[in-house]
């Protein structure tokens, strides 16, 4: 759906996570898509990581203090696919809603920092993981990599998302603007660092929205006062889990199309009108005719990463003299070579 005669609802999400029930999260999320859809929203951003909850632990405690923590937010990550992914897809059907949600991902013995994209019919449209956790986010969550980097078709148009300091990564960014993002999904942990955190936000997705020609959906997440003195019983250390909020949504022209909300939970709504794209881009696109690929261009790894690779049968190796052409027995052509860049020839002991 690419029509620039669109209208489209979105909401942006700020609201708290359930740092005591496991399922608590989950059904906060699934009461906001139905609070959403109340609103007409046909699209709903929720806050980076938000379910469970954002590691706000490994930002105020040293390593040797995170054990516990780490260990409880392992057990409450979420397994793609698994109940909870499979909870949001049912709920995003009942709705007709496209919901872009943060999780803390499991993959076995590693935890990430990951993206879901639901479409309106249920679909996991997309799964993409934080490429590079961000300073203490580095105790707590693996790498991801190229493959998610991806823009996907979705009813309200094309969607794209990265997750709070990617935005700081001009070429994580521009890898999405290259696949013509319509609506960019911001997420951001919200009551971290203090209100220069919210101040940097703002410049930097109303950046994004003028340098993309998109639209930009930001949620945050908000922690009660309960919630932030049972991370952490030290009142100065209590300082950096407030402020940072800044959940917004911004057109193609850079402008607030609502009131940003900076404090406590709710929601934020505004109609996208998607002609604003092409006033844009008439003007300056990027990655179209303000481009020039033949001085600046991107080369993008998008394979998936792997810890493991097979190392195929090689062809069988000739090894030419002065007066025979001789082929190596099926032992030694089975060998792969040292390195894939320089052929190495191998003979069979025996």
Known sequence: MTSSHRIVRAAAIQIAPDFERPEGTLERVCGAIDEAAAKGAQLAVFPETFVPYYPYFSFVLPPVLQGAPHLRLAERAVVVPGPVT?????????????????????????????????DADGTLALKRRKITPTYHERMVWGMGDGAGLKVVDTAVGRVGALACWE????????????????????????????????????????????????????????????????????????????????????????????????????????DLDMALIAKRKRMMDSVGHYARPELLSLAINDRPAQTTVPMHPTQPLVHRSHDHDHTLDDAAARQPAADDRTPVLRVAAG
């Open 86 to 118: 499979q909870a949001v897809a049912e709920r995003a059907r009942a709705r007709n809603m496209v919901v872009v949600l943060g999780v803390n991902e499991r993959d076995h013995g590693s935890l990430y920092n990951t993206q879901l994209v639901f």
């Open 167 to 270: 935005h700081y990564n001009p070429l994580a960014r521009y890898s999405l603007m290259a696949q013509h993002e319509e609506i960019h999904c911001a997420q951001f942990p919200g009551s971290l660092v203090g209100p220069i955190f919210a101040e940097q936000m703002e410049v930097t997705i109303r950046h994004h929205a003028l340098e993309s020609g998109c639209f930009v959906v930001n949620a945050t997440g908000w922690l009660t006062d309960e919630q932030i003195r049972s991370v952490t019983p030290d009142a100065d250390l209590q300082k950096a889990l407030r402020g940072g909020c800044h959940t917004a949504i911004v057109s193609p022209e850079g402008k607030h199309l609502a009131p940003p909300l900076t404090e406590g939970e709710g929601m934020v709504v505004a």
